[in-house]
């Protein structure tokens, strides 16, 4: 077996470097040693999501933001965050949508955005920092819920 997929080479309890697998516990693939018929269990060998980025997904999710605009947004598949809205059971409020608009920006964008007073004061603006650019998400005053 592949020791890249399993990160063990050998029986824990035999040192028998012939196993299969024996099913999952609690997520965690189970083996049996084939020489001395010991069960044991390796976790899997799986990409982890950092917390901030389901969060904002979700936040996001629940200003309006279609599945592929996160995509886009955060780099992340719009599977993994249509599993996160059913994982964690959020539906949308009922009504009308927010009338969300995104930018992404680099920091000096953004410095001349946030200075002019005529566009923080013609809408409700929220700034995050997504892998080292600036989402901008403008929320339309007249459909926004304060």
């Not at 020489?35 to 060998?45: L, N, P, R, S, W």
């Not at 969060?55 to 965050?81: D, F, N, P």
């Not at 995050?128 to 819920?145: C, D, E, K, Q, W």
């Given at each position: 077996?592949?020791?890249?997929?399993?990160?063990?080479?050998k029986?824990?309890?035999?040192?028998?470097?012939?196993?299969?697998?024996?099913?999952?516990i609690?997520?965690?693939?189970?083996?049996?040693?084939?020489?001395?018929?010991?069960?044991?269990?390796?976790?899997?060998?799986?990409?982890?999501?950092?917390?901030?980025?389901?969060?904002?997904?979700?936040?996001?999710?629940?200003?309006?933001?279609?599945?592929?605009e996160?995509?886009?947004?955060?780099?992340?598949?719009?599977?993994?965050v249509?599993?996160?809205?059913?994982?964690?059971?959020?539906?949308?409020?009922?009504?009308?949508?927010?009338?969300?608009?995104?930018?992404?920006?680099?920091?000096?964008?953004?410095?001349?955005?946030?200075?002019?007073?005529?566009?923080?004061?013609?809408?409700?603006?929220?700034?995050?920092?997504?892998?080292?650019?600036?989402?901008?998400?403008?929320?339309?005053?007249?459909?926004?819920?304060?």
């Amino acid at each position: 077996m592949s020791t890249a997929y399993l990160m063990i080479d050998k029986c824990p309890k035999c040192a028998g470097e012939t196993f299969s697998k024996a099913g999952l516990i609690a997520d965690k693939q189970r083996f049996k040693c084939k020489d001395c018929g010991y069960h044991f269990t390796v976790g899997k060998d799986g990409k982890s999501i950092d917390p901030q980025i389901v969060k904002r997904a979700l936040q996001l999710y629940l200003e309006g933001m279609s599945y592929r605009e996160i995509e886009t947004v955060l780099g992340v598949s719009h599977v993994s965050v249509m599993n996160w809205v059913k994982k964690h059971n959020i539906t949308r409020p009922e009504g009308e949508p927010a009338g969300t608009k995104h930018q992404l920006l680099p920091h000096e964008k953004l410095v001349e955005l946030i200075t002019d007073e005529e566009f923080l004061n013609a809408s409700n603006v929220l700034i995050s920092n997504v892998n080292g650019r600036y989402m901008v998400l403008t929320f339309n005053p007249a459909t926004a819920n304060v």
